[in-house]
């Protein structure tokens, strides 16, 4: 029975996106998708010269679909600015994306400010790919982990791997984290087994859990959170913890040496890299540690980059990062299609970044921007910003949301949720002052 609630569910899935969610914004023509499912089906060229607003994508099993996608480009005048230091280098014959500049990022004005984007597919870039994926099944197969990919893997893998950054310089934006309630109230973030003990005495603030109506003019992104902390338990000493977590300097979840760690200062700034080697302890407000780092201090990570867990190809389709630069001038939020970790570490450390902290993987990931817009003060919302990465929600209805619902069929989060109320844990860009 479960077999073919799933296979009607499939051909429901994409005759949706065909037909639901004609609204103000054009759409790119899926014809071209397999409404069988019958193999992953990544489409996310991008459309010139037109802007084509991202429609959706679903996760059902194994089965990723992504539509036609595009990102807006200003059609007003503003004051052009190329990101310096941080080429993009591309193959020879091969095109940069709309708008970019000499770098390889498109400049997105807001207002007064700027924030960089960049969306390339892997086979375009200058980089030794295939070396790269040789070196990655060595490693594996070297510490006894089978990593090979059968032929429409392999195909996504060379023809479908792409990178999608947005990149904010420090002096004109601020990155902040929002724990969200499960991280608090919940014992191991929102499932029922228990590996460790539960919470107490925890206060859940409003800020927490959403944007503040006074934050909107200042709002410029949303990004999704980290894992569960059930998937970030390790064993220590014998026993199972969880990553470390500091909310309002009060140590939640004790740090565990090793742990890539985003720290929130008492002055605005923030730090990627381990919680051991960071300096004034004593004035972190909020920390929250996820997974083995990727790249610290610039130097390529194996235990993080060649993760002994994430290593499936399915867990490659989608991934979440947060990246930052030597001299910390910018951070970036940063998500990947069929692109294996250490390849999208290798790819970031070559066009100049130090820091990665992968935040999420799978069909949780989401994250929405500002659009290019002459005035910076004006209140976030869906009207003037749109989706970063695709949103499910706009294809799929009530019903199917129900039927995948009762068979356990993965969902997506709105990423505007953040703007009343998230259990789960977010993070947010805004202007500075």
């Known amino acids: 029975m479960l077999n073919k609630i799933s296979k009607s569910l499939s051909g429901l899935l994409v005759s949706a996106s065909l037909i639901l969610g004609a609204n103000s914004f054009s759409y790119a023509d899926n014809s071209k998708t397999n409404d069988n499912f019958k193999e992953q089906i990544i489409i996310d060229e991008r459309v010139s010269p037109n802007f084509v607003r991202s429609k959706a994508y679903w996760v059902f099993g194994s089965k990723y679909y992504i539509p036609e996608m595009g990102y807006p480009v200003a059609n007003f ?90 990149l904010f310089p420090k002096e004109e934006f601020n990155l902040k984290f929002h724990p969200g309630s499960y991280l608090l109230i919940h014992e191991n973030g929102d499932q029922e087994s228990a590996k460790c003990p539960p919470r107490k005495g ?30 970030t338990v390790r064993k220590v000493d014998g026993k ?27 002055d605005g700034n923030f730090k990627i890299g381990l919680y051991e080697e960071m300096p004034d302890k004593e004035k972190i407000k909020l920390m929250r540690q996820n997974e083995n780092i990727l790249l610290h201090n610039g130097e390529f990570d194996e235990k993080g980059s060649y993760h002994a867990l994430w290593r499936n190809f ?42 990665i902290y992968m935040i999420d993987i799978h069909p949780v990931i989401n994250s929405v921007l500002a659009s290019p817009r002459e005035e910076e003060n004006e209140k976030f919302s869906t ?51």
Request: hydrophobic share 30%; with cysteine.
């Open 77 to 166: 005048d503003y004051q052009k600015k190329d990101l310096v230091g941080y080429d993009i280098k591309l193959k020879k014959g091969r095109e940069k994306c709309e708008g970019a500049g000499e770098s390889g990022w498109t400049q997105v004005p807001v207002g007064n400010h700027s924030y960089y984007r960049a969306e390339y597919q892997l086979r375009d870039l200058d980089i030794p790919f295939e070396n790269w994926v040789s070196e990655m099944k060595e490693n594996y197969n070297g510490r006894g982990f089978n990593k090979s990919y059968d032929e429409t893997q392999e195909n996504c893998l060379v023809n479908r791997s792409k990178i999608h950054v947005a």
């Open 314 to 355: 399915n867990d490659e389709i989608l991934v979440s990062y947060l990246i930052t630069d030597s001299k910390e001038e910018n951070f970036g939020y940063a998500w990947t299609t069929h692109t294996p970790p250490s390849i999208f570490t290798k790819t970031m450390k070559d066009i100049g970044f130090s820091e």
């Open 383 to 433: 009207s003037n910003s749109y989706p970063f990465v695709p949103i499910e929600e706009e294809v799929v209805n009530t019903l199917v949301r129900v039927l995948a619902t009762k068979i356990k069929g993965p969902i997506q989060y709105n990423p505007y949720t953040p703007l009343y109320f998230s259990e789960k844990d977010f993070f947010s860009v805004e202007l500075k002052d």
């Open 202 to 231: 925890v206060e859940v603030k409003k800020e927490y859990t959403k944007i503040l109506p006074e934050e909107l003019e200042s709002l410029v992104g949303l990004f999704n959170g980290t894992f569960w902390n059930q998937d």
């Open 240 to 266: 199972n913890r969880r990553a470390g977590l500091i909310i309002d300097g009060k140590t939640i979840d004790e740090p565990i040496n090793g742990l890539a760690s985003v720290a929130f200062y008492e």
